[in-house]
């Protein structure tokens, strides 16, 4: 081979100065080992530090460059790391293969160089330190080698676990299983005392752990499997010191992990953290402020549950009638939710995901069950801000927040009085807290539309006819029922400037807007709920 190019210090300072590649998954011919020695070493005295991965051909080529090197009158010693924790026989001859504890090594043995130790120190301190290193892989898939077949399958629902860096199969099958009992499978695998290439490791040991992307993990997976690893080594007793989270030695685009633990001291500590500026050596993860690892306690959360409801400042309190209206009003308008989610999801498909009914299905029935449970209705104000919290929960995503807006701005309402022109503010309220936040208005063919149209008829009426009797408040809310159905009706013509339908065709919705449609449902649920309470009494 001869066009090997040899960037020299093109790795990075404090790491290597060369790799030497081959055709993927291949050992590089000893030619090319042997230009790559030369590149690096001709004219230094201090000598070149080979260290190859504990493969047969590695090892081979790696030798054959080394000896020639040496004719050549080249100052080369080599290390052979081969840190698998994979095969558990006790065989000798099943050898343990070089993963990504080498990556590990590459940085201990670089930091030294970088401190002008002399090539027999530094062999002696990277030999010691990959014999008390260890590495095992999982995977989810096999890899796929450019033009070729993949090496082995996998069931969508299996697991290889013990895998070598070159695509070939692991030890071991299992099935797929929650990150943490995973992670629990690999350490134990690793430390089995059965086992003849285990990592020895005891209570008080102090260590650096590398969570190794194998090629195609997502970041996110890649964070979890480092929080259980350190949950679990923590658990053993372990002195987790340093976490390295990267994609350091991969097999192509395999799906899955290594989890290499190293034994360290302090002063091994130091040369893991000696600058480097390699690309992809990842930073330490660390406290803020701290300068080595430690988990810190969780932070104690504020409990939402628990706050109890201040009645003095809980605003005005209403009758036992109107609670009585109130606990029909909200019986009707989430029963009514509830019956009508299939139709809402129907209608949802044409622009949403088609769970707009599910979603409000849910809050629905989070508040007939607390209604059931005995909820505290005397107070509008702290009525509204339960409810509030109990959508968000219950609902959670846009819809939810939605909701959850509305109630908490209405609630501002009830300051010292509770009339019908007091209801009909809070409706505004809860709209304008709902504008401010999503940036939608009457008119962007939302649940606005419906909303401001109830509203707009609510307080004409009860301006015009006024609302001393009961009766007359009715009228009245039997005009904002009307509006709000005839509101969502209408918007199955306009075109969405707002929420997810905005995003849609607009040729393609020509349905009314689900959410607009729900505000026509539970409006007229709480004006049959009024009129029904108020014939009771007649
Ligand atoms: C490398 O693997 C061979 C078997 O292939 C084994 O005998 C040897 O102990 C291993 N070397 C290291 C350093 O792990």
């Given at each position: ?5 040899i ?29 790559a ?18 493969y ?36 000798k ?29 530094i ?44 695509g ?50 997502s ?34 685009e ?21 600058p ?53 009003a ?13 139709q809402?999801?129907?209608l ?6 088609g ?36 959508v968000?929960r ?9 909701y ?22 809070a ?8 504008m ?52 969502a009706?209408?918007t199955?013509t ?15 919705v ?12 539970w ?16």
């Open positions: 081979m001869n066009n090997v190019e960037n020299k210090g093109f790795v990075g300072p404090g790491m290597l100065t060369a790799v030497v590649p081959g055709e993927i998954f291949t050992s590089p011919s000893s030619e090319a080992i042997l230009m020695l030369h590149a690096v070493g001709s004219g230094s005295k201090s000598g070149t530090l080979i260290i190859a991965a504990n047969t051909g590695d090892r081979l080529n790696f030798g054959s460059a080394m000896e020639k090197a040496k004719l050549d009158g080249l100052n080369v010693e080599m290390i052979v790391v081969g840190e698998d924790c994979a095969l558990q026989s006790s065989d001859s099943a050898g343990r293969r070089g993963l990504c504890g080498i990556v590990l090594m590459f940085k201990i043995a670089g930091a030294l160089a970088e401190e002008g130790k002399s090539l027999k120190e062999c002696e301190i990277v030999k010691h330190a990959s014999e008390n290193s260890g590495t095992i892989g999982i995977s989810l898939t096999p890899c796929s080698i450019p033009g070729s077949d993949s090496s082995f399958s996998l069931g969508s629902d299996e697991m290889e676990l013990g895998l070598g860096v070159h070939e199969a692991g030890v071991m099958r299992l099935k797929v299983m929650p990150a943490q009992d995973v992670v629990k499978k690999m350490v134990d695998h690793m430390t089995n005392p059965e086992s003849a290439s285990r990592l020895d490791v005891k209570k008080g040991d102090c260590v650096a752990v590398v969570i190794n992307n194998l090629g195609g993990t970041r996110m997976e890649m964070n979890i499997v480092a929080k259980e690893t350190i949950s679990y080594l923590e658990l053993m007793g372990l002195l987790v010191e340093r976490v390295y989270v990267g994609t350091l030695m991969t097999s192509l395999m799906a899955g992990v290594s989890i290499t633990v190293l034994k360290v001291t302090s002063f091994l500590l130091n040369c893991l953290d000696a480097t500026s390699a690309y992809a050596w990842p930073n330490c993860y660390l406290p803020v402020g701290a300068k080595t690892r430690f988990t810190p306690e969780p932070i104690k959360l504020y409990s939402l549950a628990s706050k109890v409801p201040d009645l003095e400042a809980a605003g005005p309190q209403i009758s036992q009638k109107g609670e009585a209206i109130i606990r029909q909200l019986s009707f308008s989430c029963s009514a939710l509830v019956s009508c989610e299939k809402l999801n129907c949802d498909r044409e622009g949403g995901d769970d707009c009914g599910s979603t409000l299905c849910k809050g629905a029935r989070a508040i007939l069950d607390l209604l059931e449970k005995g909820l505290e209705l005397s107070y509008p104000s702290q009525l509204l801000l339960t409810l509030g919290s109990v968000e219950s609902m959670g995503g846009t819809s939810g927040a939605i959850s807006l509305f109630f908490t701005g209405a609630a501002k309402a009830f300051i010292d009085q509770c009339t019908a022109n007091t209801w009909c503010y409706v505004e309220l809860g709209m304008q807290a709902i401010k936040y999503s940036g939608a208005e009457p008119g962007d063919r939302t649940m606005l539309d419906a909303l401001s149209a109830a509203h707009r008829a609510l307080s004409e009426e009860l301006q015009r006819n006024g609302n001393d009797s009961l009766e007359e408040c009715l009228t009245a809310l039997k005009g904002a029922a009307q509006a709000a159905e005839k509101a009706v209408a199955a306009m075109k969405a400037k707002a929420g997810r339908a905005s995003y849609v065709n607009a040729d393609r020509n349905t009314p807007d689900p959410g607009a449609h729900a505000v026509g449902i409006m007229r649920a709480v004006y049959e709920a009024v009129k029904q309470q108020i014939r009771l009494r007649t």
